[in-house]
């Protein structure tokens, strides 16, 4: 069950920094490794692939110093999951930690 539950949330961490710019599975592995999270490209890459067909993410293919690299932008679709994504967890945040608003 906590495997589902940091599913989510990473799914939330994808959105957000995916609406900010376009990101690349190797960038979220390490960001999601400053929180301490170790996450393996057999678990990021058909995560992100997932949220591609779900419509949260679209992406392109790109050459950077000569190699191939696949970025991802967030959807309108995506947009709104994030927005409603948020209003959940600050919810619960504030329900079982107390006030999370700053």
């Known amino acids: 069950m ?3 539950i940091l599913l989510g949330f990473m799914g939330l961490h994808i959105l ?3 609406s900010k710019e376009p ?3 190797v960038f979220m592995i390490e960001e999601l ?3 301490g999270y170790e996450v393996s490209p057999g678990t990021i890459y058909p995560l992100l692939h997932k949220m591609e067909v779900s ?3 679209k992406s392109r293919w790109e050459v950077r110093d000569g190699r191939r690299i696949r970025l991802y932008e ?3 679709k995506g947009l709104e999951v994030l927005e409603e994504g948020k209003k959940k967890v600050k919810e619960l945040c504030n329900e079982i930690l107390g006030d999370c608003n700053g």
Do not use: Y
């Open 23 to 25: 990101i690349t599975g």
């Open 74 to 76: 967030i959807t309108p």
């Open 2 to 4: 906590i495997r589902r």
């Open 16 to 18: 957000h920094h995916a």
């Open 33 to 35: 490794k400053k929180h």
């Open 55 to 57: 419509g949260l993410l």
